[in-house]
Nanobody
Framework: QVQLVESGGGLVQAGGSLRLSCAASGRTFSSYAMNWFRQAPGKEREFVAG????????YYADYVKGRFTISRDNVKNTVYLQMNSLKPEDTAIYYC???????????????WGKGTLVTVSS
């Protein structure tokens, strides 16, 4: 069992930065691929970024590539999402999720956090 708790969301102006954190409980954190998804008001949840269990493989959705960076610390049981050059269209609830496979699929995730709200003002 893995429990995930996101933090770091808030209100930021366009062009600004935020760093999200996702703290995981449980001894098996390092065996999971970790991902960030987001859901904007009235829209479906979508993939943002993913990282393999050892941090060796990273991948990003095209709409955040070059602006967002995912990383993880398996000692601290935490995954991060550094978000730079934020745009109003990045406004959403951001969720971290753990899965056994590194795939950009909601259905492949085994555990979800409750999310943290990011609001980007224009």
């Amino acid at each position: 069992q893995v429990q995930l708790v996101e933090s770091g969301g808030g209100l930021v102006q366009a062009g600004g930065s935020l760093r999200l954190s996702c703290a995981a409980s449980g001894r098996t954190f390092s065996s999971y691929a970790m991902n960030w998804f987001r859901q904007a008001p009235g829209k479906e949840r979508e993939f943002v970024a993913g990282i393999s269990w050892n941090g060796g493989t990273l991948y990003y959705a095209d709409y955040v590539k070059g602006r967002f960076t995912i990383s993880r610390d398996n000692v601290k049981n935490t995954v991060y999402l550094q978000m730079n050059s934020l745009k109003p269209e990045d406004t959403a609830i951001y969720y971290c999720a753990a899965g056994r496979r590194l795939v950009a699929s909601l259905e492949a995730m085994d555990y979800w956090g409750k999310g943290t709200l990011v609001t980007v003002s224009s």
